[in-house]
């Protein structure tokens, strides 16, 4: 059976729960992304810009320092934060702009929380020459004040919202809102692997990329496929994007690291596996951090990509087939983790993807050393300096 | 009978359309939803919708977004709004619609939600976030328990669309009027005039307009086309405004009779 149906259901999950005025533009969103995927010229496109633009195949690296140093599984680092603008979210960006043109929709808008899907998005609209419109929670915009400003000189207006937690589920609220009001004209480029159906397959497959390119590279280096792979999870489009072409290959483990926060047991944490239940937010039903009255509960991770209440639907999926696991690492852990690889590897990795690395921190000891784990990494650091350097309490 | 069906059959007999008003319960506490509920009634309206406060709320502008966090702030909870409506049903009969996002729902359990609010009073349900093609959950116990589920049909509706929307919705069918949001403003009444006819060929159910309905004026050119004029942000922006000053029923009643006295036919 295809996954995800033709309702776009993941076992239970999924679905397209969405106002009436949006049932005919996913529909139509539906029928032009059915028809690209089986288009060869949209295909070449699509490889023309991910290989001249953006840098594909990014490298699987292996990082020999920091496995001598965890004694255990030998570890390789796809390298996603070597993608222009700095993560994989571009590869997602690409695809639907590209769609969008074909669909004659000259305006787009997104949803950020980190910044990055922003970056990304207003990169392409520039690069394209499409009319773009960011939404961000105000609080995310203090937070990554930088990314604003970058958005900004891409030439995107950066809308601030003030609603709720002021983080990036208010930000989607606003997007769809603002897709709800000028659906006529404008395409919403969703960020992760989350939303209504056609997104949380659409996504995934503009960033399934990342795990054809890993298994390939890993076959030629290693002769064999790994024994795990790991990747952070806040919606999940990096975690879905390396799982997806592996999933038939039953042997190796899958390991997707939410955001622990404080610590599960605090209650400030985005760990949706260990704290939360199937529900409906933002048009799918998924595993969602909920109070008993089925209010959304707020959520904490020092990570703004993480920082959110719901989880991509495949997921939930994967987690109820037991096809993966769930785990999470909490701010400390992340935040060591991001000093680890910066002094072992020379690499600084996103907030976010210091999370997939925790758990290689815990992970690879206990494992042998003819062992591979492949984690992804999938942003850059870059954007996350100043905020370690307050955290550190250092004034820059 | 569901209240719903009697109230429209008995104004469509005496050639009138539905006033449907929208307030959000608990806002700014459900002591006050009733008192506005029975104020509501006096004034004219036939229908009541309580909008059920969800922490996100996708389909509505800021007046109801900022009714919600209020609703919220008061503790106001599904459970706790259907004790308001077993209190009110002993003092109305008027026609109660819920508006709640689904989410609610499927925490308090579609089965038992279903029975809960229908023993308690309540006659339809809008899920404005659960279009019909979601609603298996849904169907069977609100059937059981003699509630409509009513949908959204919208300007970017297909004919389609239309045709299994129209035949899926019970109660009426909840047109809305414009390309958006909630408390968006009407600017196209040549369109909604279109589109009802349009639904019209698809069924008997009585058809609302609402989202964007917002003076007098207003409720008057829709109560020329459609069954029902739904009046919500409208009347949640004076509930906001007076909240608080001891005026708020009173406010609220006189715009409600304003919107009423400019349906009346002729």
């Known amino acids: 059976m295809a996954i995800p149906d033709r309702h776009g259901r993941f076992g239970p999950y999924g679905g397209r729960y969405v106002p009436e005025t949006l049932m005919p533009a996913l529909l139509e969103l539906e029928a032009a992304y059915q028809r690209t995927r089986k288009d060869k010229s949209f295909q070449a496109e699509l490889k023309h810009y991910l290989t001249e633009y953006v840098g594909r195949p990014t490298p699987l690296y292996f990082a020999q320092r920091l496995t ?63 009319e773009c419109e960011i939404y961000m929670g105000t609080e995310d915009m203090q937070r990554q004040a930088l990314n604003v400003f970058r958005m900004r000189l891409l030439g995107s207006k950066v809308t601030g919202v003030d609603a709720g937690s002021r983080t990036l589920k208010d930000a989607i609220s606003e997007a769809m809102r603002d897709w709800t009001t000028n659906v006529r004209t404008t395409h919403y480029v969703l960020g992760s692997v989350l939303g209504a159906h056609p997104y949380p397959m659409m996504i995934r497959d503009f960033q399934a990329v990342i795990g054809r390119e890993a298994r390939k590279q890993i076959l030629s280096a290693e002769g064999r496929l790994p024994d795990c792979l790991i990747a952070c999870v806040g919606g999940g489009s990096n975690a879905m994007g390396l799982f997806h072409a592996f999933v038939p290959d039953k042997k190796v483990r899958m390991v997707g690291v939410e955001a622990a926060g404080l610590g599960v047991e605090s209650g400030k944490h985005a760990a949706r596996f260990a704290g939360g239940r199937p529900g409906v937010l933002q048009g799918t039903m998924t595993y969602l951090l909920q109070d008993e009255n089925g209010q959304v509960n707020l959520t904490h991770s020092v990570s703004a990509g993480l920082d959110y209440a719901a989880v991509g639907p495949e997921h939930s999926y994967h987690k109820k087939t037991n096809r993966a696991e769930y785990t999470s690492a909490t701010d400390d852990e992340a935040l060591a983790a991001f000093d680890l690889l910066a002094r072992e590897e020379g690499i600084m990795p996103a907030l976010e993807s210091a999370h997939a690395i925790a758990e290689v921190v815990k992970c690879a000891p206990r494992m042998k050393k003819n062992q591979i784990i492949v984690v992804n990494l999938s942003g850059r650091g870059d954007k996350d300096v100043q905020q370690v350097a307050r955290i550190k309490g250092v004034t820059l | 009978m569901n209240r719903l069906d009697q109230t429209f059959g008995r104004l469509k007999a005496k050639g009138e359309k539905a006033l449907i008003t929208y307030i959000m319960a608990g806002d700014p506490s459900l002591q006050d939803t009733e008192q506005l509920v029975l104020e509501l009634e006096r004034a004219g309206a036939d229908i009541i919708e309580l909008g059920v406060p969800f922490s996100d709320p996708i389909a509505d502008g ?33 026609p109660i619609v819920l508006m709640a996002y689904y989410n609610n729902i499927h925490a308090f359990g579609e089965a038992d939600f279903c029975s809960k609010a229908a023993a308690a009073g309540v006659d339809g349900l809008i899920v404005p976030d659960m279009p019909p093609d979601e609603a298996g959950p849904l169907r069977e116990p609100a059937a059981a328990a003699g509630l409509h589920l009513i949908f959204l049909l919208a300007p970017t509706s297909t004919a389609s669309r239309r045709a299994y929307v129209a035949k899926e919705s019970g109660g009426f069918v909840y047109y809305v009027s414009i390309t958006g ?86």
């Not at chain 2, 408390?183 to 009802?196: E, F």
């Open chain 2, 181 to 266: 949001i909630t408390g968006a403003k009407l600017n196209d009444m040549a369109g909604v005039r279109d589109n009802v006819a349009k639904i019209r060929k698809h069924t008997k159910t009585p058809v609302a307009v609402g989202f964007g309905v917002a003076t007098p004026e207003d409720a008057a050119r829709v109560a020329e086309t459609a069954d029902g004029v739904i009046v919500g942000s409208a009347i949640v922006r004076r509930v906001g405004e007076h909240g608080q000053d001891g005026r708020l029923v009173h406010e609220v009643g006189s715009f409600v009779r304003s919107l009423k006295a400019a349906m009346q036919p002729g």
């Open chain 2, 62 to 94: 800021p007046v109801i977004q900022q009714a919600a966090e209020r609703g919220l702030q008061s503790g106001t909870s599904l459970r706790r709004i259907l004790e308001s409506v077993t209190r009110l049903r002993d003092m109305t009969q008027i």
């Open chain 1, 68 to 130: 001598k140093r965890l004694g255990g599984a030998k570890i390789y680092l796809k390298r996603e934060d070597l993608c222009h603008t700095g993560a994989h979210k571009i590869n997602n960006a690409i695809g639907q702009a590209l769609l969008a043109r074909r669909m004659k929709k000259p305006r787009l808008i997104a949803e950020t929380g980190a910044g990055q899907h922003g970056v990304a998005t207003a990169t392409v609209a520039a690069m394209f020459g499409l």
